[in-house]
């Protein structure tokens, strides 16, 4: 590490939270690589500390159809993978879930990990895209009935929660249908300021479903709210056996996650500084005081683009909103 003595006509302060001195063409340079490792970590490694959960036995695709704007129409639609076994299940952002199994491959073909660090940020394999918005990972664990919820992106809005799921006040109705072949049962609820009604099929006897729900007696085939700005649907159900569930929560200590008002709160300063015209996106963490460049495209679809990606909108979280006043 480069000390005061040694070249004195530079200060910076690394990702790792030290302080540099040194000439700028190499200093920018070891700053700008342990900032692209402690980032490539930080969002897409389970390098460290992990809890392994067993083996899965199914998996779900669910369609989530969203509208994330107040005054705005337009639905956004995104796919989540729900993959569990009999005591554990992630709920995962599918492009997020294929881009981190791409990167996983390319880790294990490597027996040293700073080798495998260099190899992925240099491979020449091309992996699938990261995920736009919705970059969220949720798993449940059945004997506590305890959720942790966790957004994946890194330093610039990481943000873990904890939540008992167990604590659900569902009502099950008398009414029942038919939904992609699965004959369900009505049953409602009340999270955050939203009312919920979810078909459950007791023919999938598990107590999970999208997002943090479950605790009824089958799967959640269908749920929405009764607005309408939510709704997952259930499009498929397989059996799979072959990947290995882990507690994600232990894959980010490392990052000190913030809590659910703190992140919300550097979400609320982001989107302040996107609104008054500065690309977010190109945020930071060497030089946290450095103004941001303007937007080079300042179009409304590129506005919405980047409020979904960066800024954790106010109807993601479901609980933890502005109408709840919890903040």
Excluded at 201 to 216: A, H, K, R
Excluded at 273 to 284: A, H, M, P, T
Excluded at 288 to 294: D, F, I, N
């Amino acid at each position: 590490m480069l000390t005061i003595n040694q070249l004195p006509n530079l200060k910076a302060i690394g990702c790792d939270g030290h302080v540099y001195y040194g000439q700028p063409s190499k200093n920018i340079m070891k700053i700008t690589l342990q900032l692209s490792l402690f980032l490539f970590f930080a969002i897409f490694s389970s390098y460290g500390q992990v809890i392994e959960k067993g083996y899965s036995k199914y998996k779900g695709t669910y369609l989530h159809q969203f509208k994330p704007f107040d005054n705005d129409t337009t639905v956004y639609d995104c796919e989540y993978f729900l993959i569990f076994n009999d005591k554990f299940s992630s709920f995962d952002n599918k492009a997020h879930f294929e881009f981190s199994e791409e990167v996983d491959k390319l880790y294990s073909k490597n027996s040293k990990e700073s080798e495998s660090v260099y190899s992925m940020l240099n491979s020449k394999n091309k992996l699938p895209a990261e995920a736009a918005f919705n970059n969220f990972t949720i798993t449940k664990e059945y004997s506590t009935k305890n959720a942790i919820y966790v957004y994946n992106l890194g330093y610039i809005s990481n943000c873990n929660f904890n939540e008992n799921y167990g604590l659900l006040e569902w009502s099950v109705k008398s009414d029942s249908k038919n939904i992609n072949g699965y004959n369900c049962i009505l049953a409602t609820t009340k999270y955050g300021k939203y009312e919920l009604e979810a078909w459950f099929t007791p023919e999938i006897p598990v107590s999970d479903g999208p997002y943090l729900f479950g605790g009824l007696p089958g799967l959640i085939v269908s749920l929405r709210d009764t607005e309408n700005i939510h709704v997952f649907t259930l499009t498929e159900f397989t059996e799979e056996s072959t990947i290995l569930l882990k507690d994600v929560a232990t894959d980010r200590q490392g990052l000190h996650p913030n809590k659910p008002n703190q992140a919300m709160n550097k979400m609320k300063k982001l989107r302040q500084q996107l609104i008054s015209g500065y690309d977010i996106s190109k945020s930071n963490i060497l030089y946290p005081s450095q103004k941001l460049p303007r937007l080079e495209d300042a179009s409304d679809d590129n506005i919405k683009r980047l409020m979904l990606k960066f800024t954790l909108y106010d109807h993601l979280l479901f609980k933890y909103s502005k109408q709840n006043k919890v903040f």
